[in-house]
Structures are given as C-alpha cells and as structure tokens.
C-alpha cells in the first residue's frame, strides 16, 4: 500500500509529463488522479494542484525558453495581464463554486479541448 | 493578434485557471486554433501566463486554508524532475504526434470526468465550509 507521499508524488510526475510535453494540461492530470487517489476534498484537490503545477510549469520553461524571439514574449504579456487579473477573480469566486460544478466544468473542457486536437 | 483580445481571453481562462478546471489548455487551443500560433509558441506563452494567473489565486486559496502542504512537496519535487525530462525529449517528437497524443489522453479523462458515478459522500463538498487554519 502506498504512502500519501508517494502517492502525491506519482501524480505529480504524470503531471510533470504533460506540462513537459504539452506545455499544460498538467493541472487536470493531476486533479484527476489527486481525486482518484482520494487525497482529500475536492476544493483542496484544486487549490493544492494549483500550488503543485507553479514549479512543475517552472520546471518544463526552464527547458524551453531559451532561444525562444521576442515575438512569442510580447504576445506573452497580455496573456499575463489577464490571467493575473482572472486569477484573482477566480481565487475569489472559488469558495462560493460547488465542487460538483467545478468537476463537471472541468471534464467538459477537457474532453472538448482533448477532441479539437484529434480532430 | 490584437492586445485587447488577448488579455480578454485569458482573463476568461484565468478565472478557469484559479477554479482549478484548466484554463491553461483552453488559452494553448485559442492560440493554435484562432490565433494561428505554431504549438510550441502556444505551449511557451501558456507556461509563461501560468505564473501570475496561479500566484494571484493561491495567494487567495492559502488564506481559506485550501493548501495540502504534506501533497504539495513531493508531488511537486517528482513533477520538477518528470517535467525537465519531458520538456527535454519533446524537442525530439514529432508536433503530430504530440497533438495527437495530447488530445487522446485528454478526451479519456474528459470522458471519465463527466460521465463517472460520484463518490460516496461527494454530495456533502458542495457546502461551503468555514475556512481551515493553514497546516
């Protein structure tokens, strides 16, 4: 029987696989395998994935910025702008989100996301 | 790629991004499919959009109490080394392969997540508990 530690780490490095390879999806892998591991409730399960996947993504750039132009920083720093601002707008809006919804909501983007690439 | 939507749409991903149901892949499908970026500059700008869309709403989450820190370390740890590796044999796959090979996986976990049965006791998370002293 696996310890929780091993556990989490095992999901970390199937999490650490798809954000190295693809660049995201990383977060999902592991919200789903946290919740098939039942390595707690589901709103810590994202929260905790989300405080994982900084240095898991820290990891994979590390390996892929250098030697990338200035092109793909520019149009990078919108997208930062943004998300720094969706992120504090759904770091506020989580608590009042039923974990249900958010479990569905996932699973529908990534089986949208999942069919748009086969496609 | 006008500014304006660009920091529209990943406001909208942010927000998914913090709620934890992958804002990250969606902003990685706009800029390859609307936006017309190559993959590997959609996955560098999307690692990069990470930082300050997850930090804003950690920040957020620690002070409810919603961080595992005995999940966080070694899953973290064995996901930094899993990542290095990963990141240095994608210069070597095909782009195909890797798109095919992403969207596979995803819509097997798409699939389980939307049409799994709940757990026992899955019913009682949806109420809003007072937040947990951090541990």
Redesign the interface.
């Known amino acids: 029987m696996l310890s ?3 556990k ?25 395998l ?1 919740r098939r591991f ?28 250098p030697g ?1 132009g200035a ?3 520019k ?2 720093l ?23 919804w ?18 | 790629m006008s500014w304006l939507l660009s920091l529209a749409v990943s406001l909208g991903t942010g927000i998914l991004s913090a709620l934890g149901v992958g804002g990250g892949s969606l902003l990685v499908l706009w800029l390859t499919a609307f936006a017309g970026l190559s993959p590997e500059s959609a996955r560098l700008i999307s690692l990069l959009y990470f930082f300050p869309t997850a930090g804003a709403a950690l920040l957020l989450h620690r002070k409810h109490g919603l961080l595992k820190k005995r999940l966080l370390l070694p899953a973290a740890l064995a996901g930094c080394a899993a990542a290095l590796g990963a990141a240095l044999l994608s210069r070597s796959l095909d782009p195909l392969l890797l798109r095919r090979s992403c969207g596979l996986l995803l819509t097997l976990l798409g699939l389980r997540e939307l049409f799994a049965a709940p757990r026992k006791g899955d019913e009682t998370q949806d109420e809003i508990k007072p937040p947990k002293p951090y541990n």
């Open positions: 929780e530690g091993k989490a780490a095992l999901c970390g490095a199937a999490a650490g696989v798809m954000n190295g390879l693809f660049g995201a999806g990383g977060g999902l892998v592991l919200t789903v946290f039942r390595l707690g409730e589901d709103k810590e399960i994202f929260a905790t994935a989300l405080g994982v996947m900084v240095p898991v993504s820290a990891a994979a750039l590390a390996v892929l910025l990338q092109g793909e920083l149009t990078a919108p997208c930062c702008i943004g998300g720094l601002a969706g992120g504090l707008l759904g770091g506020l809006l989580f608590r009042r989100v039923p974990g249900v958010l479990r569905r909501l996932m699973g529908g983007l990534i089986l949208w996301g999942g069919l748009r690439l086969l496609l």
